[in-house]
């Protein structure tokens, strides 16, 4: 990998629109750029206005630019939504050599992958949980041992091929190339997980705009992924509806004075709610907003609760869970986590990166963080530059050859 290396991610929200700019030095990683804006163009996840989505991301992609005084070409761009599938597959394959080599292991996860898909969906990700040499198993890394047979354990993700084309043709009408689409829950996990809680069993909640994302790592590999298709618009929604206010209002008092355990919040606190219509303004106790958010709250964890119980995992989450995506920064959020899923829960924000660390810090950027993380691994993994063809200007450096690699053999 050259010296300083730029990476994008691209986290394409139901409430946002999110860029991310960061740069590979000796130290790690430093985030220089950083672009956000409001997201009108998709609905839970899904891209269901191209024209509104293309503006979002040019602008955000325009203010990530401007403030890392770079251009960007390529990214890894965030993919979610209730289409996104997850299930855990086996591989096998004979070991040409009787010693396991790279083109080994690039058969096996080929053989795992091969399920018989509908015309509408695709593989995203291939996701090593263990391999077998033979009878040996729990191997991480099986390159170089001697055996006649290799098994691969796996955890597929899938996605609904409509909606990754049309995350890439938005992204390609503003210009950009997508090296990779990444599943969001697996960008936050490599944000704010660390690797002794993905070790002892740990499952991650995103809860973002429109939808709920689930992953679950048990001996430091992915075991499940899924998507529950509520969020923090179903709170602003509600909060909207139940005070008889404009969304915009509701979307600010949310994030002023919501709190998701109506326990912690003193009986004489009051806010002020604007009325529609013209009507003046109201002031009611803090504690009637609160009525209304916790049983959203509520619904979803339990939602979460029952996902995590169908799963058979529930027993294997030494380290509990870990909240994370813009919806956990309401007051109280990890409180009641605790209480509804019988699990020690902490609130997660973007970790091990240098540079804006401190406008980055938050639970919101925490797949714009992953999605970079993410690509640098990618990069550090990726074959020696002789291996890889010249591309062309705009996409210049690591661009659509190693895409086209990694999905090659991924």
Not at 130 to 146: C, L, N, T
Not at 229 to 243: E, F, M, S, V
Request: hydrophobic share 45%; net charge negative.
């Amino acid at each position: 990998m050259s010296e300083n290396e730029i990476i994008a991610g691209l986290d394409l929200g139901t409430t946002k629109v999110c860029a991310i700019v960061a740069e590979v030095t000796d130290e790690g990683l430093d985030i220089i750029g950083i672009g956000s804006v409001p997201s009108k163009g998709l609905r839970k996840g899904v891209v269901v206005n191209i024209e509104s989505t293309v503006q979002a991301i040019r602008a955000a992609i325009e203010q990530a630019e401007t403030m890392a005084g770079v251009e960007i070409a390529s990214v890894f761009a965030g993919i979610a939504g209730s289409h996104v599938r997850g299930l855990n597959q086996e591989g096998v394959a004979a070991i040409a050599t009787r010693e396991v080599s790279a083109e080994d292991v690039r058969r096996v996860l080929e053989q795992a992958k091969a399920i018989p898909l509908p015309g509408d969906r695709q593989v995203i990700h291939v996701l090593p949980q263990e391999f077998i040499v033979d009878d040996q198993d729990g191997i991480r890394e099986p390159v170089g041992m001697s055996g006649v047979r290799l098994e691969a354990r796996v955890h597929l993700v899938t996605a609904a091929s409509s909606a990754a084309q049309n995350i890439t043709k938005c992204a390609e009408r503003c210009e950009l190339h997508v090296a990779e689409m990444v599943l969001e829950p697996l960008a936050s996990a490599e944000a704010v997980l660390s690797e002794d809680e993905k070790e002892i069993g740990v499952a991650l909640i995103d809860i973002g705009g429109g939808t709920t994302d689930l992953i679950i790592y048990v001996d430091g590999a992915v075991v499940h992924t899924s998507v529950i298709p509520i969020g923090g618009l179903n709170l602003t929604n509600d909060i909207a509806t139940g005070l008889r206010t404009p969304m915009a209002e509701a979307e600010r008092i949310k994030i002023k004075y919501g709190c998701a355990a109506t326990a912690m919040v003193d009986d004489e606190e009051t806010i002020e709610v604007p009325s529609v219509g013209g009507r003046a303004p109201r002031v009611l106790p803090r504690q009637v907003l609160c009525q209304i958010i916790e049983p959203r709250v509520e619904e979803i964890f339990s939602a979460v609760s029952h996902v995590i119980a169908e799963t058979g995992f529930a027993d294997m989450l030494a380290s509990g869970a870990v909240i994370t995506g813009g919806t956990t920064q309401l007051d109280g959020m990890p409180e009641l986590a605790e209480q509804i899923l019988g699990l020690p829960v902490r609130r997660g924000a973007p970790t091990a990166v240098g540079g804006l660390m401190d406008v980055v810090k938050s639970p919101a950027y925490a797949t714009g963080v992953g999605l970079v993380k993410y690509g640098a691994e990618r990069i550090r993994s990726a074959p020696p530059v002789e291996d890889v063809m010249p591309v062309p200007a705009r996409g210049d450096g690591w661009g659509s050859k190693l895409g086209q690699w990694f999905r090659e053999v991924f």
